[in-house]
């Protein structure tokens, strides 16, 4: 069965939260889409500003990972929809670049760049209020970069 959202936007990436609550879209106008999957309503919409390649939800759904061609992966919270960190230094041009959680207790980011990688992490300290210490690991031209932590 398909089912109409009622929503005129494209959609270019998804991701479904592992409890089966939140759709998380984003679409070719720089948009990132949160519904309630469960109701199927939309329950809120954020501008970015920038073109956005791709999107994961953290398995206990607090959390939106969202990279964007601009050479950022941006860390938002589910529920008051504030930036909690931002990653940056990947460059994205011609390929889609994309950003995940990895590791025990997803403790850290990765994401994968073009070209070589220029070492931008935003150091501003904010620790996750789920006390996580956010590892930001970077791919590029087949290296692995150790690019910071909070």
């Given at each position: 069965?398909?089912?109409?959202?009622?929503?005129?936007?494209?959609?270019?990436?998804?991701a479904?939260?592992?409890?089966?609550?939140?759709?998380?879209?984003?679409?070719?106008?720089c948009?990132?889409?949160?519904?309630?999957?469960?109701?199927?309503?939309?329950?809120?919409?954020?501008?970015?500003?920038?073109?956005?390649?791709?999107?994961?939800?953290?398995?206990?759904?607090?959390?939106?990972?969202?990279?964007?061609?601009?050479?950022?992966?941006?860390?938002?919270?589910?529920?008051?929809?504030?930036?909690?960190?931002?990653?940056?230094?990947?460059?994205a041009?011609?390929?889609?670049?994309?950003?995940?959680?990895?590791?025990?207790d997803?403790?850290?980011?990765?994401?994968?760049?073009?070209?070589t990688?220029?070492?931008?992490?935003?150091?501003?300290?904010?620790?996750?209020?789920?006390?996580?210490?956010?590892?930001?690991?970077?791919?590029a031209?087949?290296?692995?970069?150790?690019?910071?932590?909070?």
């Amino acid at each position: 069965m398909v089912y109409d959202w009622g929503r005129p936007h494209r959609i270019e990436a998804l991701a479904l939260s592992s409890d089966g609550r939140l759709l998380v879209a984003t679409d070719t106008e720089c948009h990132l889409h949160v519904y309630n999957f469960i109701t199927r309503e939309l329950e809120y919409e954020m501008d970015l500003k920038v073109k956005l390649t791709s999107v994961s939800i953290t398995k206990d759904s607090k959390y939106i990972l969202v990279s964007k061609v601009d050479g950022e992966a941006r860390l938002f919270s589910v529920e008051d929809r504030k930036s909690i960190r931002t990653f940056a230094g990947q460059k994205a041009g011609n390929f889609i670049i994309r950003s995940a959680f990895g590791g025990a207790d997803e403790s850290f980011v990765i994401s994968g760049s073009e070209g070589t990688w220029e070492p931008r992490v935003d150091q501003l300290g904010v620790q996750s209020p789920n006390k996580n210490r956010w590892l930001y690991l970077h791919l590029a031209q087949r290296k692995w970069f150790y690019c910071g932590e909070t």
